[in-house]
């Protein structure tokens, strides 16, 4: 082991600054440098950068989940997005009920069922975990 120590620590020294992603600056330059090589790598598994681009996507992934914490949000609010996505109003959910209960879950007066997470998924191609 000791052999390989000083070959690792002039390769560490230069690979070192491409996974240092302790600040926000540090963050925006990963990201830059993962698109860059999404644009080389793709998803090409045999790629000799494949490695890198994977351990650089799990930093940046661990970087978002502790500065960026996704927020909790409801079937309630996945709907109200999705249907500002696509332009809908309420009574053109009929899939799920009338104007009057899409306004009710959309008010969190009442709670998606089974069936109708599963109409929303199929019609917004989506998971239902999504609504859940």
Partial sequence: MTTLTPEIETHWL??????????????????????ELLDKVGANESHPLYELLDTLGILIQAYEDTHFPMPMVTGADALQYLMEEHNLKQAELSEIGSQGVVSEILAGKRELNVRQIRALAERFHVSPAVFI
């Avoid at 230069?14 to 698109?35: C, K, M, T, W």
């Fill in 14 to 35: 230069a690979v070192q600054p491409f996974l240092d992603i302790h600040s926000e600056a540090g963050y925006d330059q990963a990201v830059e440098r993962l698109n």
